[in-house]
């Protein structure tokens, strides 16, 4: 068995960010920037192309996320850590406008995908997954507690995905996402309770 590199280096950047972001840490975003570069060449590598072309976006909602959690609005900002963006969630309008939207944007990019670009071995699973990583990291960037929920669904997905493709550190790292994406779920929970 040949170790991939790629893999194992972008699954430990990635279980590095996951784990800080989980328990509110700005300093995920340091962590993140390199893990986006990591992934993108891993994804090349193995001709994800939905994937591959989320990591450029993925980067701008780094960066974004990284402007928002230090530089909160007024009323926004956490009653523990000053100078910095509470927790908040969506309301139920806004859940299911985003579920609606990530069905629909799923649907159109699988089926472009298969179109344009032939080689990705699972255009509608792999686009599910971008799709859904974009939501996540956009309300994970607002820091809201619904991006755990998005983030829990999107570990199984890519569990699936990396074991079709033949990632070994990948589905690893999903599995352990996930548990992070459970802990990191309650613990938002309670951050939202104390308004920190």
Known sequence: ??????DLVSSLLGLT?????GRGSKYNFWVGYLYTIALF???????????LLLQPISLGI????????????????S????????VSM???????????????VAALWGWLLG???????????DSCVTVLILVAQFLSAQKKWDCWVAWIIVNITQLILHLSV????MPIVSALYLVNGIVSLVNWEKMYRRKA
């Open 79 to 86: 009653s523990e850590k000053a100078g910095e963006l509470k």
């Open 90 to 104: 969506l309301t139920w309008p806004e859940r299911i406008l985003t579920i609606v939207i990530v069905l629909v």
């Open 166 to 169: 033949g990632n070994i550190f």
């Open 115 to 125: 179109r344009l670009f032939p080689a990705d071995p699972h255009p509608y699973l």
């Open 1 to 6: 068995m040949t170790i991939n590199w790629l």
């Open 62 to 77: 780094n960066i974004l996320g990284h402007y928002r959690w230090t530089h909160p609005k007024e009323g926004e900002a």
């Open 41 to 51: 060449f891993l994804f090349w590598q193995k001709n994800l192309v939905a994937s």
């Open 17 to 21: 960010c996951v784990f800080l972001a």
